[in-house]
């Protein structure tokens, strides 16, 4: 028997929960983990659950659940576990959450396979070479800007990359390379949003003499800093903190929002509903 | 259609959540949220059903449930979200807890009747007043413990007592009682636990000079500030508080944290484990 | 001897702490507390000292100071310690804040004397009552709203009232009564600022999926809900809670932030700069 | 002129600030930050200052200073903040809060100088040298722990290390290295403290079914893990969180708290006070 991680968004009918445990009960499956939600707003279900089986009765599975009255307009995916979420990094100067992703995957904390990271500077070579992960410069200029999008996305394709971690990559996506990317590109922004938009936050955050600063993980859209919202958390300043004090404790609050962001994506816990994200 | 809460405790088997769900589909009961654990430590399967359906349907869904091979020595209970849980607060002289449980009772943030008051000093008589509840004293000194006791026991039976609240009752309850409240007591530690037991927590805690104080909530057993933990909370304090500063701080932790978990058990999101809770 | 405050705001020069300090040694004055910060962008500087000092002693103090070159364009006030903040209280008719101003002021956790609590309308007469202090109703129409105010502020001058609490006070002063109040009234926002503006910013937060919601303490100014930040903090809340929901959870971030804000300022640990507050 | 951070504690007299406040303006020093505190328990004072001066004139202050009657029994130490602390980190195999400590050292956070790591395994030697720095293995055996002690002493004397800190490091220091270490050696302990001691907290932990799991920094003594608490924080857990998971979350609490504890020791913000710290 192996580890499953099925997810299932449906239109929200009777039955489902009793399809999909019916089906699982079939090939004597064994439920470990389950949640479920109905979101009013968007008259979704979402449903991840977490089975033991036979690699052989996953097909079967899946088949019964499809072929059931009460599942409408529904994305349905099962598979093993030990399967990891295919990753790619994207970066600019700045390392902090590029590093505390790369620990967090050599520690195992995160079930991702990096299969690579990108730079639009060479600054980070030495610490991905030295975690043992393959580093290209994909340099970013005007002029360039389109020819560097294809090749990014060639090599999505390429390497079979599922998920895409912008950590802290100080580039903004063209329209359509954020289309092609929808759901599976995770962006930290360094601030809580909705809060300080736009350019250096934490020197506003500075001039408006907040008390707490934030930053938050939102799946990459067309519309700059309005994704969806998978993560956000704050950590409390003082008038005493400098703007460059702020940058420093806004870093740690970074990595951690987005290591958990891309952890949740990984184990498959992050559904988008309409402008708002379920994470079970 | 009503809204109704099922909860259900169990041996851990195949086909549980099939079961369920198969019953509730068969009156065509709609499933609004669901949450379930299995515990391997326990090896007990424990699951947490709200649903919409006829009154008339319910004692069907129950009875398809308990015929069902799937479960095993289990505890299987439904009930009328609307039906709120009836409640018996137990006080001495300190007023901060209580008066957070009946504002939060009367602004219905608490799904809670409360059904009186008891305290063994007539401190809090004005304020359980106001909010137009009934207050009695039942004093207690070494030789009337006994008799107090059993005119508590008596009056939780009178009055159909499903839970009874501790909000900084400074008695210890006797092996008898605790034994007879058994999962319906919940009581609140001013001191994270495990930490400081027994008297003055918070002055223990500014000689130790620790940097934060907490708050724990828990079932009452006769094995005192041993009770399995339902809810927990900290707040950050420095070297410059004085001990009563740090009673004036962990009263505020005391009653968040006395509140949530009356709350979660109250929507009946709380199951025992051993030692342990489960909290959905 | 007196326990006394002791507040400085002066230009940032050299030596001031040699004169306050000298100033208090000269009259044996026992220095408990103390305090200081240069604001590198006001070029200001902010004291607040807490000393034990024979009320007589005191004037020799405020006079050594004020002749001493070192201090420009200041502003010094001293009161003893046991003199506490007069605060008048603004409803309408939430009452999450009030109660809890209520309670920590009859427990002694703040250090204010309640004056009065105005409603612009009646429903938290029998609350505050209860509290045994003065309740009067000063409604609000578009074509009162003149005198009303006119009227507050009479009761503000004749009280000899220091704080105004806007304890959700659901009416936005006139920019005159703001200009009248400034630096001494507190209001409570009910949205992590900067962040949802306007009306229902719970039911924006819900729209917008975010992961916290948040609370913020701000003096009062014309600018609406740009006022000085005094506190903020955040709550935890997930998909699964309704807008109602993150009313409820942001009631507790409300009142406790409110309560912060105005120990805070009766402590007299607040100072304005600009846009910004210093909270010692 | 150059910046430069001064520690004082004295017996607590009246005209301590006085006395540094004069030697300061005396040489026309610009006082930046100061923070004090009179410690009622141990009846000491505690003082930290940080001024702008010319070199040359330091002495000079020093001078003043203790040719004051107002001084007692105290410690007095200047230094220029440029003048970073030298650093020797311990480690065994866990690297997580090495990493960070060398990832903030790197990118400026920690004012510190590693002069190098010693580990009682060679399984850090990549890490520490793809950041550029010493390690070296020091074998620990119940037959060698004198000699390796000996060893680690000689080296902390040879490279004049200021501050030794114990990043995991799973031995236990023998009572005399305890002591010729005292004040300046930092433990991270895997545990809130007061808490579950000794072996496998995390693991005691679930079974207690504590909602949160925290760690706490420390000076090392020879009463294990009763040393003065530096910082401490928690996270939240719940019942679905395996042992495992759970010291994989400790991970992270347990890297930010020990951080923060050396980043406030090599600031100079740290003072013992008997079995307390005070922390400015």
Chains 1, 2, 3, 4 share one sequence.
């Not at 979101?39 to 097909?59: C, H, K, N, P, S």
């Not at 936050?201 to 799946?219: F, I, N, T």
């Amino acid at each position: 028997m192996a580890r499953h991680i099925m997810t299932l968004r449906s239109d929200d009918r009777p039955g489902i929960v009793a399809a999909v445990s019916s089906a699982l009960l079939e090939v004597s499956a064994n439920i470990v983990e389950n949640q479920q939600y109905s979101d009013e707003g968007t008259d979704l279900f979402f449903m991840r659950t977490v089975f033991d089986a036979e690699q052989a009765d996953v097909e079967r599975v899946v088949a019964a659940i499809e072929s059931s009255s009460a599942v409408h307009n529904h994305d349905l995916q099962v598979r093993p576990e030990a399967e990891r979420c295919r990753t790619l990094v994207l970066v600019s100067r700045f390392d902090h959450c590029l590093l505390d992703l790369l620990h967090r995957w050599r520690s195992g904390d995160l079930p991702i396979d990096i299969v690579g990271v990108v730079g639009n500077h060479d600054d980070c070579r030495a610490l991905v070479e030295y975690f043992g992960l393959p580093f290209s410069v994909i340099a970013v200029t005007p002029e360039t800007k389109a020819d560097a999008e294809a090749q990014l996305l060639a090599m999505v394709e390429e390497k079979g990359v599922e998920l895409v971690v912008l950590a802290r990559y100080m580039q903004i996506l063209s329209d359509g390379l954020c289309r092609a990317l929808e759901g599976r590109a995770i962006n930290i922004h360094h601030s809580f949003l909705p809060g300080f938009k736009g350019a250096k936050p934490y020197h506003q955050a500075h001039d408006r003499g907040v008390k707490l600063v934030g930053a938050s993980a939102h799946y990459v859209t067309a519309d700059l800093d309005e994704g969806p919202i998978i993560e956000q958390d704050v950590v409390r300043v003082t008038h005493a903190e400098s703007p460059s004090r702020l940058v420093a404790l806004g870093r740690d609050v970074e990595r951690r929002v987005l290591s958990r962001a891309v952890r949740d994506h990984a184990d498959r816990r992050v559904f988008l509903a309409g402008r708002r994200t379920i994470v079970f």
